[in-house]
């Protein structure tokens, strides 16, 4: 079977502060996130793309988690593959080394740039400016390591790109948990498998993981049994940044969450303006309250259920 044509834009990072690993990567290739981007928590990430050979991807993170570096990890690969030479890959182990790997038979314009842990790398470019571009983006860009990969890949495809357009995007960042399972520790999983403005829609769907956390911060501080009127106020800031994202207009279900954590949390009062809210927009999910006090995710007390049921 012929080595898939991932022909595509990526970086590999780590960030010392946070201890996250990331990949990201955009192509003018359907689906390109399950082929080129892989990484696991506490070891590292890889890129595999160009003639794509997939085992790059969980060989090098084995190799890694066995305590070989990046650069020994890859290494190891290259001398076992009699088609390097049309392989790009990039690797960056626990410690923030980088290794990569742009072979000959890469189709131009190809090549790669290695900074402070990380590397970016691309193939079938437009120009040959496309990683500079990209390096000196991620470089300056603030915020945490998923935005600054996507910044990355935006002035990839501010400089010109994939010479055929673009189709695909992925963006996947890990913890640097080391005592997480290979499968666990996402922090953010996004595809895009085909779309006229891939790396736009990575964007919004970074914005709804990033809303779906904040909201998940707030459940857990409502669920804190020692919680406080302090950490009733931090909860109430991290549901308002959720539900605040323009990307999650129209979106209740965080709005009814909330609300079903606040009267789990003994805040009935507070949470009956948020049920209206649900409830006028969707009067489905009234049915779902009785439903979730069955099966001991809300209060099963008959007054709090009524006054829940009044709402209008």
């Given at each position: 079977?012929?080595?898939?044509?991932?022909?595509?834009?990526?970086?590999?990072?780590?960030?010392?502060?946070?201890?996250?690993?990331?990949?990201?990567?955009?192509?003018?290739?359907?689906?390109?996130?399950?082929?080129?981007?892989?990484?696991?928590?506490?070891?590292?990430?890889?890129?595999?793309?160009?003639?794509?050979?997939?085992?790059?991807?969980?060989?090098?993170?084995?190799?890694?988690?066995?305590?070989?570096?990046?650069?020994?990890?890859?290494?190891?690969?290259?001398?076992?593959?009699?088609?390097?030479?049309?392989?790009?890959?990039?690797?960056?182990?626990?410690?923030?080394?980088?290794?990569?790997?742009?072979?000959?038979?890469?189709?131009?314009?190809?090549?790669?740039?290695?900074?402070?842990?990380?590397?970016?790398?691309?193939?079938?470019?437009?120009?040959?400016?496309?990683?500079?571009?990209?390096?000196?983006?991620?470089?300056?860009?603030?915020?945490?390591?998923?935005?600054?990969?996507?910044?990355?890949?935006?002035?990839?495809?501010?400089?010109?790109?994939?010479?055929?357009?673009?189709?695909?995007?992925?963006?996947?960042?890990?913890?640097?948990?080391?005592?997480?399972?290979?499968?666990?520790?996402?922090?953010?999983?996004?595809?895009?498998?085909?779309?006229?403005?891939?790396?736009?829609?990575?964007?919004?769907?970074?914005?709804?993981?990033?809303?779906?956390?904040?909201?998940?911060?707030?459940?857990?501080?409502?669920?804190?049994?020692?919680?406080?009127?302090?950490?009733?106020?931090?909860?109430?800031?991290?549901f308002q940044f959720a539900a605040g994202e323009p990307a999650m207009s129209g979106n209740v279900e965080l709005i009814f969450?909330?609300?079903?954590?606040?009267?789990?949390?003994?805040?009935?009062?507070?949470?009956?303006?948020?049920?209206?809210?649900?409830?006028?927009?969707?009067?489905?999910?009234r049915d779902l309250v009785p439903r979730l006090a069955k099966v001991g995710l809300l209060v099963d007390e008959a007054a709090?259920?009524?006054?829940?049921?009044?709402?209008?």
């Open positions: 079977m012929p080595a898939p044509l991932a022909h595509t834009y990526s970086i590999v990072a780590y960030d010392p502060e946070s201890k996250q690993f990331g990949v990201a990567v955009q192509s003018h290739y359907f689906s390109v996130g399950p082929i080129v981007g892989w990484a696991r928590p506490g070891v590292g990430a890889v890129a595999t793309q160009s003639f794509v050979e997939i085992s790059y991807g969980p060989l090098g993170l084995e190799l890694m988690h066995a305590g070989k570096t990046a650069e020994q990890a890859l290494s190891s690969l290259l001398a076992g593959d009699p088609q390097a030479e049309q392989r790009q890959v990039a690797m960056i182990d626990a410690r923030g080394n980088v290794a990569t790997h742009t072979g000959k038979r890469c189709i131009a314009a190809a090549g790669h740039r290695q900074g402070k842990n990380f590397s970016v790398q691309a193939n079938l470019m437009l120009k040959d400016t496309v990683w500079d571009a990209m390096a000196e983006a991620y470089e300056k860009a603030a915020g945490d390591l998923a935005e600054r990969m996507l910044a990355a890949l935006f002035a990839a495809e501010a400089e010109g790109g994939d010479i055929r357009g673009k189709q695909s995007a992925a963006l996947l960042v890990v913890s640097g948990d080391a005592g997480l399972p290979a499968w666990g520790g996402r922090i953010f999983d996004l595809h895009v498998d085909d779309h006229p403005r891939p790396l736009e829609e990575l964007a919004r769907l970074l914005a709804i993981g990033r809303a779906y956390a904040h909201a998940q911060n707030a459940s857990d501080l409502l669920a804190d049994k020692t919680r406080t009127d302090e950490k009733f106020g931090l909860a109430e800031k991290e969450w909330y609300a079903a954590d606040l009267v789990n949390a003994g805040r009935v009062e507070t949470a009956l303006p948020f049920f209206k809210t649900v409830f006028d927009a969707d009067p489905a999910w709090i259920l009524e006054r829940i049921a009044r709402v209008h």
